[in-house]
């Protein structure tokens, strides 16, 4: 969580480093903070909340200068409060922090024998302690005492550094926690990820676990580990600076929703051959005799990358045959769980940071599986680690509440699943075309369907005054309605259960009533006829129904108050259709609750604390 931005070049700092931030927000967003050096010494102001009362007070008090650092923070050590917002001074240094130092008590505790006095409750103020007392120490400069400092350091951090006696100086340093470096004319960046910095510049550059790196105006000097000079390369990086824009939509929820047409294609494009019935994903690093190997699969997940992925184990199961297991990333170290050589261990996360499924991935790859990781950020952490990656390409994703990258993850994690089949020899070649011609024909449903959002968006006035609501759906729509639940809850702050439809008579029937709304996944599949059952178990209950239905389903008019309209589609692909009304159904839910919708309370988008 947190975001760090830094800048040196020829313009002025602070507007280009609350530029960046505002792009890092959904990184956390209880305060902010910023350091500039005005040629003189280190200036810093930091406020509480969001970004634009930080912007506020620079309007009353600019800093001038032309090298900085900024931050946004979401709290783990210490309340969100202004003492406790980045950047943290020690002396000349003031630092910006991502990540957790895990020996923090320790290294807290020898510096307070030491006489120094702390001015807040986190962990980040130590690191610029260390760095000052390095620099009293006869470190040979910022870069140096940096290194040494972090030396000390065990966890994970991002950090970016400021010295009063280096003007036009920023010292960056990662270990586990992202930091990528922007390369423009005259001018370097750094950040904790990639869109804060594309309106500046495409060239990034990776840095690796345990570089220091000095970034100046003109260039940029790396040492490694090994506190050797490292060569790291420039990489030109295809996404667009508008990419990151909201253009013209009112959220980048709304955006990146009627975005998924382009991030499924954009998955697909290059990775299949519809005449030869047969899938190509060369990065994988998963050869056919290897893929017929496998054992078993096992996917890991959290939020709604793990509703992908028990999405995935219907599609793996059925298609490829191969045994799969779905774990929460979260459950995997305190389970237990047990993992074989034989294993495809498939990790699936947007962001390729979270912790609990990074740390699933460790105990995975100590017990000699091979890891695939499901990722939509580029050298992010989890791909780092991983044997091989199927990336999805939905392009840069703000909102918290993930959208385009589910329907992306569905894409390839299906993709994986036919290809798994044909190699494993179990998948016949004419199922694989229907079944690859259907995920073909998904980007242009979905558009259709996006056609028909005011309508949703009608459905959504009625459920706003809801205080529960219950999403049901069965197979392959189970996922789905877990998927529709989490999205209303997290965005618009109702109570919302996904069940499996099955399960309804075994408890949540008990809750049944006129009050509360009941959404049913109900496409015309092979599950149709027991979802109906449920529907008019709900109806008997007097219980307002919501249904999703297939296109010309006339019977669904007498048994649901709404009807929201599905393409008739095989059944393989529905939960890339059926998603797509509910996402915006909690969107316009929250919208209409006057919410914020791009930065719900309480969440991060990206959750590198475990
Ligand atoms: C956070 C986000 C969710 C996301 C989950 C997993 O909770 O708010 O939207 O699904 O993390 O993130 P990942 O990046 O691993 O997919």
Redesign the pocket.
Known sequence: MCGIVGYVGESSAAPIIVEGLRRLEYRGYDSAGIAVHDGHGVQVVRALGKLRVLAKVLEDRPLAGTTGIGHTRWATHGRPSEENAHPHVAGPVAVVHNGIIENHRALRQELARAGVAFSSDTDTEIIAHLVHRELQAGAAGLLDAVRRAVARLSGAYAIAVLGRDEPGVIVAARQGSPLVIGCGEGEMLCGSDIPALLSHTQQMVFLEDGDVAELRAGGLRVLGADAKPALRPRRHIDWSPVMAERGGYKHFMLKEIHEQPEAVAATLRGRLDLDASSVHPSEIGLGPEAAGALRRVYLV???????AALVGRYWLESIAQVPTVVEL?SEVRYRGALFFPDDLVVA???????A??IAAVQTAKAAGARVLAV???LDSA?PRLAHGSLYTRAGPEIG???TK??TA?LAALLLLAVYLGRSRGVLPAERAAEILQALCEVPSQMHDLLGDADYVRAVATRLVHARHVLFLGRGLSFPIALEGA?KLK?ISYVHAEGYAAGEMKHGPIALIEPELPVVVICPQDAAYDKTLSNIQEVRAREGPVVALATKGDESMHDLSEHIIWIPRAPDVVLPLLTVVPLQLLAYYVADRKGHDVDQ?RN?????TVE
């Open positions: 997940a959290c939020g709604t990358s793990f509703h990333g699936v996360s947007q962001s390729g940071e979270t609990d499924t990722a939509n950020v989890i918290v509440a993930s990258c589910f993850q989490l997290e719900p969440l991060a988008k990206t959750v």
